[in-house]
């Protein structure tokens, strides 16, 4: 059984940055697809990031290209948040499945974190 814990998020004024970190604990990281998936109010779930079992990155927003960078250490994936925008206001959740990175929906990834919220506003 997989673990995952968010931490990181809070409020930020628009062009901050911010560093989500995606503690992972039960199985090692290496074995696992990791990604970070947002949710904000009244909207459908979407996918920023996955980084796969090998170090390959999926980007599954090209808008997010540049300004969101995924990374990971032993057992904690990051997510480093750049020139934030009122828009990227939301509950981010990191997600685990086994090896290769699902689909940009999260349909396909098996563990949960609880998310943390990222408010963006001046």
């Known amino acids: 059984q997989l673990q995952l814990v968010e931490s990181g998020g809070g409020l930020v004024q628009p062009g901050g940055s911010l560093r989500l970190s995606c503690a992972v604990s039960g199985n090692p990281l290496d074995y696992y697809a990791i990604g970070w998936f947002r949710q904000a109010p009244g909207k459908a779930r979407e996918g920023v990031s996955c980084?796969?079992?090998?170090?390959?990155i999926t980007n599954y927003a090209d808008s997010l290209k540049g300004r969101f960078d995924i990374s990971k250490d032993k057992n904690t994936v990051y997510l480093q948040m750049n020139s934030l925008k009122p828009e990227d206001t939301a509950v981010y959740y990191c997600a685990a499945t086994y090896y290769i990175c699902s689909g940009p929906g999260g349909y396909g990834m098996d563990y949960w974190g609880k998310g943390t919220l990222v408010t963006v506003s001046s």
């Open positions: 980084i796969a079992g090998s170090g390959e």
